[in-house]
């Protein structure tokens, strides 16, 4: 007989190593952002460009402060260590840390109450 094709697979792979309801996941996607993005445009990866669309509308719906897009943006985008993006922000190493690890939790939180909703 035919063989079965689980179309799915591959997005239940990006959601198992990506989960957005958690804050490993959020920080595992966005160190590789740069992969996920490469995958959707090199490989018309379908799921990954979902995914990199969960993760726009969670930053949105999370009502970031302009620090935390600005050391996301800096950190994960411009690939700044954070020493530098805290000399580019003219505030300390900690601070960039911390308004990372808040927007990371902000993010995840906001897709948890989605999860109970």
Known sequence: MGKVIDF???ERRLDDAYPLDSERGIYALL?????VRESRFLRGDYDASLLL???AQSITEANLTHRQKQALKLVFIN????????HWM????????E???????????????????
């Not at 003219?90 to 840390?97: D, F, K, P, R």
């Not at 308004?99 to 909703?117: F, G, L």
């Open 8 to 10: 799915s697979a591959k």
């Open 31 to 35: 160190t590789q952002l740069h992969h």
């Open 53 to 55: 669309l969960d993760l």
């Open 79 to 86: 690939d700044f260590i954070q020493k530098d993006a805290a």
């Open 90 to 97: 003219n505030i300390s190493q900690q601070a960039v840390s």
């Open 99 to 117: 308004h990372v690890r808040s927007a990371i939790q902000r993010i995840a939180q906001i897709n948890e109450e989605k999860e109970v909703a």
